[in-house]
């Protein structure tokens, strides 16, 4: 078997809490240009992977290796500037600022390139602003104060805040919660847009979604895999329909 280069690596990943292992001895691997997707019952551990890959958790062992770094033992922020951005459920835009300047504060400022002339580095920044906006299909609210946006306005705009720090991996809990329909089709059609540049790693429970946007669906059940595959595979496994459906 060729040794292949995975974006993300987690093998043997475990965590225990006071002895109960909340991820028990988890490994997945994680294509470039890949939308994958965490779907199992309350309590089965996903938030607690995401947790762990972004650094809000410490492994009890194991390792996760991304772009062959290894980052159990990294800071959160070491992990953001290797290249992953998160995206928790609770909103984090300032609600009195505009489209354009919530995009524009999280430009990373390390990219400011020192002597650099100011006009070069405002017209970089908003022309980056501006494709981002356009991919979060807010191109005309650039001027918009964020609190006048739509609920599924303010979480595209949550993304487009993490877009513009452009990570190589996207983590994204519940993208489409209390989104309307058609809302939840722009969002599918907003992370196929950016897999030519990202991927993606989701947590969700909206099935409609997670068949619109899963390459690969890993179920988890009490911190292990309990399938793994296709969508179409995966929900005709006997495992999961027990799962799902309580025997
Ligand atoms: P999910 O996101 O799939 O609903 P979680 O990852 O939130 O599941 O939780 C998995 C299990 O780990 C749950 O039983 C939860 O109570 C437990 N857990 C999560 N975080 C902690 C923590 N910091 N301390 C103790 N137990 C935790």
């Known amino acids: 078997d060729v040794q292949k280069d995975f974006l993300l690596a987690v093998e043997g990943l475990t965590v225990s809490f006071d002895g109960f292992k909340a991820v028990n ?52 922020n070491q992990i953001v500037l290797a290249g992953v951005g998160r995206k928790f459920q609770t909103p984090s835009i300032y609600d009195d ?15 400011t390139v020192f002597g650099a002339l100011t006009f070069k580095r405002d017209a970089a920044v908003r022309e980056r602003v501006e494709a981002v906006a356009e991919t979060i299909f807010l191109k005309d609210r650039l001027h918009t104060s964020a609190e006048l946006l739509s609920h599924g306005q303010k979480q595209w ?4 805040m993490l877009l513009i720090q452009e990570p190589a991996l996207l983590m994204l809990d519940e993208p489409v919660a209390g989104m309307s329909v058609s809302e939840r089709v722009k969002t599918a059609e907003l992370l196929h847009g950016i897999i030519k540049n990202h991927s993606v790693l989701v947590i969700e429970h909206d099935m409609k979604f997670v068949e619109d946007i899963a390459h690969k669906v890993i179920v988890l059940h009490q911190g ?10 995966v929900k005709n496994d006997p495992k999961v329909i027990e799962v799902y459906l309580g025997h």
Do not use: W
């Open 97 to 111: 600022l505009t489209v354009f300047e919530n995009l524009e504060i999280s430009y990373p400022r390390g990219r």
């Open 224 to 233: 292990r895999i309990l399938s793994e595959g296709k969508m179409d595979k």
């Open 25 to 76: 001895d988890l490994s997945f691997y994680v294509d470039e240009n890949e939308i994958r997707v965490i779907i199992g019952p309350n309590g089965a551990g996903k938030t607690t992977v995401l947790d762990l890959i972004c650094g809000k958790t410490e492994a009890t062992s194991g390792s996760i290796k991304f772009r062959g770094q290894e980052l159990t033992h990294m800071t959160p």
């Open 157 to 160: 705009l949550e993304i487009g």
